[in-house]
């Protein structure tokens, strides 16, 4: 059997001193997340962030910074993850757009909420990217290399 980790994207966006967040319903019951997913075959790295984003909370996001690359193993489900996450800039919002399966709503939380509800949270990687964000954690895309 091959082992490999599960590679996931997400965003650590920041807007008026608060956090953009999505809730949604996992196996754990309800749970707080950042925008963050999958990669797809064939996609890049800063495409699927955008993707995400965009199907998880309604926002155009455009990445301008890697945060850092995390890996975790869920106990609960035995899998490892190796996150990706960036930081950015939103650049619209369809208020109308429907969000993905499971995803209740995307809010924004202060970093006071953040850390009140870390019972919720789906992973401790949501805390740890946005406390590496505080510490000023921010590197250039051209650290990763897409070949088509």
């Given amino acids: 059997m091959t082992w490999k980790p599960n590679t996931t994207v997400a965003a650590v966006i920041e807007r008026d001193g608060k956090f953009l967040l999505v809730e949604e319903q996992t196996s754990q ?9 999958h990669l797809e075959a064939n996609e890049s790295l800063l495409a699927a962030v955008t993707r995400e984003t965009l199907e998880e909370s309604a ?20 899998t490892t993850y190796l996150r990706f996450a960036f930081t950015g800039n939103i650049t619209g919002h369809e208020a109308n ?46 650290l990763i290399t897409h070949y088509e």
Avoid: V
């Fill in 29 to 37: 019951g309800i749970r707080f997340n950042q925008p963050a997913g």
């Fill in 59 to 78: 926002y155009h996001f455009t990445p301008t910074h890697l945060i850092g690359i995390y890996r975790w193993h869920s106990p609960d489900s035995n």
């Fill in 97 to 142: 757009r429907p969000l993905d399966t499971g995803i209740i709503q995307a809010l924004w939380l202060t970093p006071d909420e953040i850390r009140a509800n870390q019972t919720h949270h789906r992973s401790p990687l949501i805390l740890r990217c946005m406390e590496d964000y505080f510490a000023g954690k921010r590197y250039p895309l051209e």
